[in-house]
Nanobody, 130 residues
Framework: QVQLVESGGGSVQAGESLRLSCVASASLYSRYYMGWFRQGPGKEREGIYRISPGGVATACADSVEGRFTVSRDDAKNTIYLQIDNLKPEDSGMYYC???????????????????????WGQGTQVTVSS
């Protein structure tokens, strides 16, 4: 069964932190890569971070480095996204994703999304008020 289930979103004040979780089915968890995307109101979905099966995490864009941390717990088939010092512009729906192909995706294509077909979770909403 293919499954990605996100949780941990919520409504917070600017400056607070959240840790989002994504539990993946075993068939997806070890693929290159898993990671996080977000979609703000009226915006396109954008890649935040990807993480390899070995735990090497790489930001999809320079703008997210510093306040975002991604990690994984292999015992729980779970990846995490820690967001510190939340800002109102961080508001949106956050999704985790895994490649449809068992051979995974290249690092560039995973973040860009154009040539890497993915399975998506249902998303978890983050709302940050000032």
């Amino acid at each position: 069964q293919v499954q990605l289930v996100e949780s941990g979103g919520g409504s917070v004040q600017a400056g607070e932190s959240l840790r989002l979780s994504c539990v993946a089915s075993a068939s997806l968890y070890s693929r290159y890569y898993m990671g996080w995307f977000r979609q703000g109101p009226g915006k396109e979905r954008e890649g935040i971070y990807r993480i390899s099966p070995g735990g090497v995490a790489t930001a999809c864009a320079d703008s997210v480095e510093g306040r975002f941390t991604v990690s994984r717990d292999d015992a729980k088939n779970t990846i995490y996204l820690q967001i510190d010092n939340l800002k109102p512009e961080d508001s949106g729906m956050y999704y985790c994703a895994a490649p449809k192909s068992e051979y995974g995706c290249s690092s560039r294509s995973y973040c860009s999304g154009t040539t890497c077909e993915k399975f998506w979770g249902q998303g978890t909403q983050v709302t940050v008020s000032s």
